[in-house]
Every structure is written in C-alpha cells, then in structure tokens.
C-alpha cells in the first residue's frame, strides 16, 4: 500500500508540474488509485462518482459564488475607489499617507471581496499611480500594492477560509471570526512597517506640500461617503450577522450579495453591468467548485489507501520534533506558492497536514490561519508570484518590471511568516475570538 501512495503521490507532482491543471491531476490521480486498491474499474468510478454527488449536495458550496458576487457588485460599483479616498484624507497626518491608504483600503476591501487576486488588481489602478506622482519610490509604491492585497485572503469573508473549512469539516463561521484578529494584527504590521519606512527614508514616500491638497467638492464628499460607508455597512451585516449569530455563513453571504446589488444600484450600475458581475462571478466560482469535487475524490483516496498515517510516518522517521514537522510544512506550502495557486495547495495538502497538525495537539483554527497565512506568503514568492504577476497586469505603467514589485513585496513577505509563526505560538489570537462566539 504504502508502494501505492507513494507513487499516485509521484504522479500528481508530475502531472502538475508538466501544466496539467490541478483538477484534472486529482481526478485522474483518485481514479486510478481506486482502481488499483478495489481492482475494478466500474466500483472505483462508481465509488468516486457518489463522492462528487455527495460533495456537490453540501448546501455550504453556495457561500463561495456569493461572496465571489458580492466582492464583483462591490469592485463595479467604483465603491473601492470611495473607499480608498476617504482612507487617504483621515489619515492625512501620518508619514507615508497613501501607502497606509492602501493598507487600510485593502484591509477593508478584504472584509467584501475574499479574494487577494481582485485587491491587487484594483489597487493597481486606483494607489499606485498617486503614490507616484507625489514621489513615492516606485519599488516602496509596487510593493505596498501587492503586500497589502494579501489580506484579502485572511480577512473573511475568505474564499480560502472557506475551502479549508470544507475539506477539514470545520465551522465555516468560526474560521471567519478566527481570521480577524490575526488579520488586523497583519494589517498593523504592515501600517507600522510603511511609517516607519517613510520616516527612516523620507524621499520613499514623501509628504505632500499643504498647499498641493485639494478639497473635494460637495458632490465627490457625497459620493465617496456613500461608496465608503457602504462597504462599511456590508461588513456590519456580513461579519456582524455571522459573529452575533443572526446569520449562518450561508444566509451572509446571501444577504451580503443582495447588498452589494444595492450598493451597486445607487453607485449607478444598470442591467448589462449587474449581467458583466454576475459572469465574471460565474467564470471565478466555476473552476473552483471543479476543483472542490475532484479534491473531494482525492481525499476519499487518501482515506482509503491510510495515507496520512503512511505520510505521517515519514514526517517522523525525519524528526519527532513539533517544530521540524512545522518548518517542513511550512517548506512544502512555500515551494508550492512558487508553482501553483492558493487554493490548489490547500487541496492538495490539507487532507494531509490538517490530520498531522491533530496529532501534534496545534489548535485547529490555529493551525487554518497559520496555514492560511504561509501560503498567501506564496503568492509573493519567485518565480510565480501570483499577485506580483497580476499587479504588473493591472498596474497603468508599462516600463514596471517583475522584478521591482517581488523586491518591494520582501518585507510583507517577511511580515506575513512573522505573523503566521505568532499565531501557531499564540493559538489564542485565532481561537479566543471563536470561543466568545460559541
């Protein structure tokens, strides 16, 4: 058996490697594993097709979409650019204004979209071009924009959250509340690191000249207030319906979809543009839920075959040591954020790692953030960081190079493990929150 394990295992790394897509790798990986434990093709395609129909019948899939609709209705609606102006004028007294704008902005923005991915790409256009044209360094200004669209992932409402609370058959609300602190924790982490870096280097992120600020007419006042307050009422009602126990994860994201549609309506979108969100929501959720099942064919292969004791058996002939199992988890998460994307990883790896995590005695929410966290580090990381690949896209300036936005992205990526490990050492910071909720 463990011959078997060993060489699926084999053949999933090979598969993805040579560019077949991950969901297409597990299927082909599940079915023939089954096959060859069970020896027949038609109870192991049987066995695996009742799996997807089960996978598919959990009525929590339903969150990912409508997140996914919200943060679409809300990125259309001109909302995020509301959002990040009223940041940048209450924080017109501190070093490094726009950057921790940004910060702030995105941190916000986080609560609505769930996707890392959509802060990059929007903070792209709206904080990088004024971050330049007041004199900020391009490297400081690239870097501020990537780094901060990490929280997009840890703040829920987070599609990754969410993909880990399926595979592990954790709360999905208590895993929302566990990522808020650690969340704002990471935030202010990034706040300090952008004003202490404006005050060690001034001509980084200059101040603006008094004189050079312009106060917005009535009409902009108005329209920013409502882009900006909406958000803010749309995190009231989502978060604060999940954390006072109003509403189920389900019935948020339901009522947050339709409030996003609101707030879309009165920021002036009409019927072709509500057609335009709702496809594009379609075209993200799609492939993920593709993903979802054939992980969930996956994890029935692993469970059949006894894998994680297998695996977990050659995690301990290395090491009985807690912490070298953990920086050996952590290792295996940061190569894999150099090739594939966050929610591959946490299909391919949390059917394993979560178990091994149980068996050491690490808190469960803990562990989920900890997680979380080291993989969203990933997508900073060469040669395919993700969100450094989709802000070079997005960013309106074509002479910026790869290379200067994974450079200004070092110190959040250093920011990010920091935290990650805080969290695995301070278990409290995720599961106290959680615990006042239950």
């Known amino acids: 058996m463990e011959t078997l394990i060993f060489m699926e295992l084999g053949l999933l790394v090979l598969l993805v490697v040579l560019g077949v897509h991950v969901a297409v790798a597990l299927g082909v990986v599940s079915a023939i594993g089954v096959y060859m434990m069970l020896g027949s093709a038609d109870i192991a395609l049987s066995l695996l097709g009742n799996t997807a129909y089960e996978a598919l019948r959990k009525d929590i899939f339903i969150v990912i979409p409508l997140f996914v609709l919200m943060?679409?209705?809300?990125?259309r609606s001109g909302a995020a650019r509301d959002l990040y102006s009223l940041?940048?004028?209450?924080?017109?007294?501190?070093?490094?204004?726009?950057?921790?704008?940004?910060?702030?902005?995105?941190?916000?923005?986080?609560?609505?979209?769930?996707?890392?991915?959509a802060a990059a790409a929007t903070f792209s256009r709206?904080?990088?071009?004024?971050?330049?044209?007041?004199?900020?360094?391009?490297?400081?200004?690239?870097?501020?924009?990537?780094?901060?669209?990490?929280?997009?992932?840890?703040?829920?409402?987070s599609i990754?959250?969410?993909?880990?609370?399926?595979?592990?058959?954790?709360?999905v609300g208590a895993l929302f509340i566990a990522g808020l602190l650690p969340g704002l924790l990471l935030a202010l982490a990034f706040c300090l690191y952008c004003i202490g870096a404006a005050i060690v280097s001034p001509s980084t992120a200059p101040s603006a000249p008094a004189q050079s600020e312009t106060k917005p007419t009535p009409e902009e006042l108005r329209s920013e207030l409502t882009g900006g307050l909406s958000i803010l009422?749309?995190?009231?009602?989502?978060?604060?319906?999940?954390?006072?126990?109003?509403?189920?994860?389900t019935e948020a994201?339901?009522?947050?979809?339709?409030?996003?549609?609101i707030v879309g309506w009165v920021k002036g979108m009409r019927g072709r543009q509500f057609l335009d969100a709702i496809y594009s929501a379609g075209k993200t959720t799609a492939p993920i839920m593709i993903l979802l099942i054939t992980a969930s064919m996956y994890s029935?292969?692993?469970?059949?075959?006894?894998?994680?004791?297998?695996?977990?058996?050659?995690?301990?002939?290395?090491?009985?040591?807690?912490?070298?199992?953990?920086?050996?988890?952590i290792a295996a998460w940061l190569v894999l954020g150099m090739f594939v994307d966050s929610i591959s990883i946490i299909l391919l790896t949390v059917p394993i790692f979560a178990p091994m995590a149980d068996a050491m005695g690490l808190n469960p929410l803990a562990f989920a953030i900890f997680g979380i966290l080291v993989i969203e580090a990933g997508l900073l990381t060469p040669p395919f960081g993700l969100l450094v690949f989709t802000v070079k896209a997005a960013v309106p300036d074509p002479t910026v190079r790869l290379g200067e936005i994974f450079a200004g992205s070092i110190p959040y990526w250093i920011l990010i493990i920091l935290v990650a490990v805080t969290v695995l050492v301070f278990p409290g910071l995720a599961s106290w929150l959680p615990e006042q909720m239950m």
């Not at 604060?240 to 189920?248: E, H, P, R, S, V």
């Not at 994201?253 to 549609?261: D, L």
């Not at 469970?303 to 050659?314: E, P, S, Y």
């Open 233 to 249: 009422f749309l995190i009231v009602l989502v978060i604060g319906g999940i954390w006072f126990g109003f509403l189920t994860p």
């Open 71 to 75: 943060g679409d209705f809300v990125s």
């Open 160 to 171: 990754l959250l969410i993909v880990w609370a399926i595979l592990t058959e954790e709360s």
């Open 300 to 329: 029935r292969f692993l469970a059949m075959a006894g894998a994680v004791n297998i695996i977990q058996g050659v995690f301990y002939n290395v090491s009985d040591n807690p912490v070298v199992i953990v920086a050996m988890i």
């Open 126 to 157: 709206l904080a990088y071009p004024e971050m330049v044209t007041l004199g900020y360094k391009r490297t400081f200004s690239l870097g501020v924009v990537a780094g901060s669209a990490c929280l997009g992932m840890l703040i829920p409402p």
């Open 253 to 261: 994201a339901g009522f947050g979809a339709v409030g996003a549609a």
């Open 87 to 117: 940041c940048n004028r209450a924080l017109h007294r501190l070093p490094g204004r726009l950057a921790i704008a940004t910060v702030v902005g995105n941190a916000i923005f986080a609560a609505i979209t769930g996707v890392s991915i």
